[in-house]
Structures are given as structure tokens and as C-alpha cells.
């Protein structure tokens, strides 16, 4: 049987549904994972507990899809979302991280923020007209700056 696999990689847990050619949910697994709070306002995860998570899912999501159609299922399509701005940086020479992942809630770049915002014309508004945003430390961009600028370079 032909299936499509979703991969929802969310801040709290891993999902991952199969669907079969109509669209219809065959059958799905989620497993949830440790939020790492290093010191307030911060967060981040462990890049290989999430990693793990999703393979965990998906051969769980599989053995079910299997179990419930009766036979063998073919993932032909994938599906995949994830954090957006949850950001982490992987050593090119040991293909492993470097950092855990700094989550999309995490403040830490609150004093980035600032020297930007000082810096630009424009303070806070000035990617608005571009963008439709404010400087924020929401934004991938100055969680990769806390990073080059804290973590040592692998």
C-alpha cells in the first residue's frame, strides 16, 4: 500500500502521521522531549533527542500503518514541519552539533537586539518596510550571531 508520511517536529514533541492515497489517516505516533532551561529566559533542546525522536516516530508510525493495513506500506511522499526559528549549528567536519538548538522562544539575544537597534536607522523598525517585522529574538539571524559570538567553533 502506498502511504504518505507528515513529520511535525514541534517544540515540545515529535508527530508523524501516515496517510494513504485518499488523504485518510492510517495511523500516527508522538513522542515528547526534555526542554532544557539553562537560565531564565532561555531554552533549547538536544539536537539528537529530537533526531532520535523523529526516527523513533517514524518506525513507530510505519509498524502501525503496517499492523492496521494488513501489509506492507510504501512511504512514496514526505511531509515535513518544524520549529522555523529554533536554531542549531552542525560541525561540518564532525557532522555534530555544536550547540544544543537554541528554541524560538529563547531571549538570550535580547542585548543583540539592542546594539542593532542602535545601530540601524530606523531602531527597531528598520527590516519593517522589507520584512513586516521588528528587530525581534524571535529571528534565527541573532541566535546564529549569539552563537558565532559564544560557542566555540568545531
Not at 110 to 136: A, M, N, V, Y
Not at 137 to 149: L, P, V
Request: with cysteine.
Amino acid at each position: 500500500m502506498e502511504c504518505i508520511a507528515a513529520i511535525d517536529q514541534g517544540t515540545q514533541s515529535t508527530r508523524v502521521f501516515i496517510f494513504d492515497k485518499n488523504a485518510q489517516p492510517v495511523a500516527s505516533h508522538q513522542e515528547q522531549f526534555k526542554q532544557i532551561y539553562p537560565k531564565a529566559g532561555w531554552c533549547e533542546h538536544d539536537p539528537l533527542v529530537i533526531w532520535g525522536s523523529v526516527q523513533r516516530c517514524i518506525e513507530a508510525a510505519v509498524a502501525a500503518a503496517q499492523q492496521k493495513a494488513g501489509q506492507d506500506i510504501k512511504v512514496v511522499g514526505l511531509g515535513i514541519t518544524n520549529q522555523r526559528e529554533t536554531t542549531l549549528l552542525w560541525s561540518r567536519s564532525t557532522g555534530k552539533p555544536l550547540h544544543n538548538a537554541i528554541v524560538w522562544l529563547d531571549n538570550r539575544t535580547s542585548e543583540i537586539c539592542r546594539r542593532w537597534e542602535s545601530q540601524l536607522e530606523g531602531s527597531k523598525d528598520h527590516f519593517r518596510p522589507i520584512t513586516g517585522l521588528p528587530i525581534s529574538t524571535y529571528f534565527s539571524a541573532y541566535k546564529f550571531q549569539w552563537m558565532y559570538e559564544n560557542v566555540p567553533q568545531g
